[in-house]
């Protein structure tokens, strides 16, 4: 046994000169100390992620599990720090081990956690640690629902006598992980101007989205994430109505793979109609991709991309949509092109006119109540009902053409503090205190194993450093040095508000980006090409190419990301008002929708309409932003843009 493990471990550092598909498969015996005995496991990394063989003394293997490649983010490889001092006054010990300072057998000591990451090992320890960082999906009961936790796999390597091989090999498994990591990248993610490298990516931050928590959401959850994954990224924060407009309008964008919005809906907003008011929208438009944490009141756009890859929401909103941003996969998503008298804008969530967005707009008034204000002020205008006079003109989608009343079946389918750029440090020690917190109990996967050692001789030696067991039910968390915020104000040309796009689009400027197939919106509508009409009186219309319209609100369970529809809805005047309840009290679930179209509501699969209303009052609003009343006219651009989604 003895020797077949030491061949094992021989045979596993003597690889690094192969061809690069065994450098990048790597495996090895590693050996864990707990209470019920010792354990060998045999460890493979390979292109599916970390497999964990238990083994008996008689070499069987007891248990296998998998720590699979899309749930693992990065990883560390560094040398434990300590202190002879504080050492001394600490005993973390393996069973059966007398306690420092105690007569004792057998009794851990009571030391914190972060003691322990610091007292980890004795001095002139030369063991080589990696640590992995994994967020696996899991189930804490049979009735509740995924979720997904975070998990540090540490590695220990003292294969060798001195500090520098060991940190050699350690090195090597690392490198193994991160070109496995980078091949499930697509490839606008990775720099391959020497070593392969996670390019650089642009953060927006809006720290008065939704109840003015972003920024702390940003330090406290999405920071740990992007430094465990070592993306690089720059942070600015937005100071006024349209600053992202005019940072994306106006700044060279190159140095980027993704933009990624911390906010709300509107701030996404800002930055489609920022990319596509550039002389270059289309080359800009095909190397980014976008992605949005949730901040705002609403968050549509994100829960729309969860629901639409069965990736967990409730649990933990934010973690989610962080480790979306760094997936490394995108999908195509379709924009509609809005306009209005005086200019032209562009739309990814929705367009109301009524009920809705009267509801969107009004209830800022108890904004302090974050999405509730949605429930509270939907009874309020429920009770207050109102109507609106207008026609409403629309072209089907080539697949509803000859099929307008087919029922829609439900479908399971489918981004002053002040201007801010990070400066990402090099990571050489380990931090006493972090923000960000790993879970307390680790998922079942990593019950039997957490921490791992390698040795080429088993004496299993007592030593101090054996502070987390096979058998152990807490998971280690090493913090990570976030980074470094440099203020950037004096620097930067938006310090004040500008007559840069913004505004040009509100005062009608010419501005770039996709152009129309639709008449002028002052030109009738040809009846020939396929126009339908309806006229009268609306409690609402709204129009939507997402699922959602908030985080449950599932308005279109039909809509994908990328489908070239738009969703129109239209209810009628005359609606009772349990019927318009009733509708409205559905939408949590996506059951308010007929299945065949009636009197009172009908849901249209097209893929231009025209608003023209009839009134001189009420509220239109594109993307959840009230724009100036009067008519319009919307055309949907299949896939124009691209948005990260979950692996």
């Known amino acids: 046994m003895n020797k077949s493990q030491e061949r094992s471990t021989d045979s596993a550092i003597s690889t690094p000169n192969k061809a690069d598909d065994d450098l990048h498969n790597v495996s090895d015996t590693f050996y864990t100390s707990q209470r019920k005995g010792s354990h060998v496991f045999r460890v493979r990394l390979d292109a599916t992620g970390f497999t964990l063989q238990r083994e008996s003394p008689s070499g069987v293997i007891i248990k296998e599990q998998k720590v699979k490649i899309c749930d693992i983010i990065g990883a560390r490889c560094m040398r434990m720090k300590k202190s002879p001092r504080n050492l001394a006054g600490c005993a973390c010990v393996n069973p059966g081990t007398p306690a420092a300072g105690s007569g004792r057998k057998g009794t851990p000591s009571k030391c914190s956690m972060a003691s322990k990451e610091e007292n980890a090992t004795d001095v002139g320890d030369g063991s080589a640690y990696l640590y992995l960082f994994a967020y696996v999906l899991k189930k804490k009961s049979l009735r509740s629902s995924l979720h997904r936790e975070r998990t540090v796999l540490t590695l220990r390597f003292r294969s060798f006598d001195t500090f520098e091989d060991n940190m050699r090999e350690a090195d090597r498994w690392y490198r193994a992980l991160r070109w496995q990591l980078h091949q499930t990248l697509e490839p606008i993610f990775v720099e391959n101007i020497g070593e392969p490298r996670r390019r650089r990516i642009l953060v927006l931050l809006n720290p008065k989205s939704g109840s003015g928590n972003a920024r702390e959401v940003f330090n406290t959850s999405v920071a740990p994430i992007l430094n465990e994954a070592e993306v690089p990224y720059d942070l600015f924060v937005t100071k006024h109505s349209n600053y992202a407009i005019e ?22 907003h800002e930055v489609i109609n920022g990319l596509l008011c550039r002389a270059d929208w289309a080359q800009v438009m095909d190397s980014l991709a976008l992605a949005i944490i949730p901040c705002g009141s609403g968050n549509g756009l994100a829960r729309s991309i969860a629901h639409g890859y069965n990736e967990p929401y409730f649990s933990n909103p934010v973690l989610g949509a962080a480790l979306t941003a760094i997936s490394g996969r995108t999908s195509p998503m379709d924009v509609v092109r809005v306009e209005v008298k005086n200019r032209v804008m562009f739309s990814f969530l ?92 680790l998922p079942q996967e990593f019950e039997d194993v957490i921490s791992l050692e390698t040795s080429i001789n088993q004496s299993f030696r007592s030593r101090c450093d054996s502070w ?35 505004t040009k689009l509100e005062q009608g400027y010419p501005n770039f980006g996709p152009g129309t197939s639709l008449p002028g919106l002052d030109e009738p509508l040809p009846e020939a090409a396929g126009w339908l009409v309806e006229e009268g009186e609306f409690i609402m ?95 949907i651009l299949p896939g124009i843009s691209r948005v990260m989604i979950p692996k």
């Open 247 to 268: 940072f994306m309008s106006t700044r060279r964008l190159d140095e980027w793979c993704t933009i990624l919005a911390v906010g709300g809906d509107g701030l996404f």
């Open 350 to 441: 929705s367009i109301g006119w009524g009920l809705i967005s009267d509801v969107d707009i009004e209830s800022e008034c108890i904004r302090m109540f974050g999405y509730q204000r949605f429930t509270i002020w939907t009874l309020y205008r429920w009770a207050n009902l109102r109507t609106y006079n207008g026609k409403i003109s629309y072209l089907l989608a080539d697949e509803a053409e000859e099929s307008l009343e087919t029922p829609l079946l439900q479908s399971e389918q489918m981004r002053k503090m002040q201007s801010s750029r990070s400066c990402t440090m090099h990571i050489d020690k380990l931090s006493n205190a972090s923000n960000h917190r790993s879970m307390e109990f």
């Open 468 to 502: 987390l067991s096979g058998g152990s039910r807490r998971s280690c968390y090493y913090s990570i040095s976030e980074s470094i915020y440099h203020s950037v104000a004096d620097d930067s040309e938006f310090t004040q508000p500008s007559i840069s796009a913004g």
């Open 541 to 635: 219309m709204h129009a939507i190419y997402q699922s959602h319209l908030g985080i449950d609100c599932h308005f279109a369970p039909k809509a994908q990301l990328n489908d070239g529809k738009i969703f129109l809805v239209l209810i009628r005047g005359g609606i009772s008002r349990p019927h318009l309840l009733s509708f409205l009290y559905n939408m949590s679930t996506g059951s308010h929708l007929p299945e065949k179209n009636n009197q009172y509501i009908k849901v249209l699969q097209v893929r231009a309409f025209r608003l023209e209303p009839y009134d001189n009052h009420g509220i239109i609003t594109v993307d959840g932003e009230q724009i100036e009343f009067g008519p319009l006219q919307a055309e």
